[in-house]
């Protein structure tokens, strides 16, 4: 099992809709929970970090954590076509600094 | 601030040659980390450094590889000799705490391919 899993997608949603990213982590004592967003040939940019179970909004981005799950997810609302990137979970496990990735899940908003 | 600087940008060079990738982090941030990213592999972390010491390297490949970070405000990531199998981009990133909540910053990477 991946210590942190994505569905790599792609994912491809109307302009408009709710995209709903997902992932799953392995380790329990995981704290602090991250999601970075990559547009092609860039390099990986924050965009949502939530450290608590439940809902954390930041516009139009809503990241929510279930710890008893090991569950992490984004919704970004009214998609745009500029939210087209790959989107990568991003856990701090055991430790307290080692920050693992996923495998990141690729999303398209169409016009 | 100028976010993190990596350089070079872009290198090609042939299997066997040695390879220098160099970064400057931003300045006041104590920690520093190299990635790897590739299609098959995606973002896999190479070391890290806290105040400039490596405190895990678990994630350097092999022996060719080695990283040094001889201040608070320079690090380099050198590959000899170097494969193909070593192409991928290389990604330099700076965080300003050793907590558990920690937010890095990526530098804009190195795109790496051996011949």
């Known amino acids: 099992q991946k210590e942190v899993e994505q569905n790599s997608g792609p994912l491809s949603v109307p302009e408009g809709a709710i995209a709903s990213l997902n992932c799953t982590y392995s380790?329990?004592?995981?704290?602090?929970f991250f999601w970075y967003r990559q547009y092609s040939g860039k390099s990986p940019e924050l965009i949502m970090s939530?450290?608590?179970?439940g809902d954390k909004e930041d516009g139009r981005f809503t990241a929510q954590l279930n710890k008893a799950s090991q569950y992490v997810s984004l919704l970004i609302r009214d998609s745009q076509p500029s939210d087209s990137a790959t989107y990568l979970c991003a856990v701090i496990g055991r430790g307290g600094f080692k920050t693992i990735f996923g495998a990141g899940t690729r999303l398209f908003v169409k016009a | 601030d100028a976010g993190v600087i990596q350089s070079p940008r872009h290198e090609v060079t042939e299997m066997g040659q040695e390879v220098t990738l160099r970064c400057k982090p931003i300045s006041g941030h104590n920690s520093l980390f190299w990635y790897r990213q590739t299609m098959m592999r995606g973002l896999e972390l190479l070391i890290y450094?806290?105040?400039?010491?490596?405190?895990?390297d678990s994630g350097m490949p092999e022996d060719r590889f080695s990283a040094k970070m001889p201040n608070a405000s320079f690090s380099t990531l050198k590959i000899q000799p170097s494969e193909p199998r070593d192409s991928a981009v290389y990604f330099c990133a700076s965080s300003p705490s050793r907590g558990r909540q920690e937010t890095q910053y990526f530098g804009p990477g190195t795109r790496l391919l051996v011949l």
């Open positions: 450094f806290n105040n400039n010491v490596p405190i895990d």
């Open positions: 939530i450290y608590s179970n």
């Open positions: 380790d329990r004592v995981s704290q602090s």
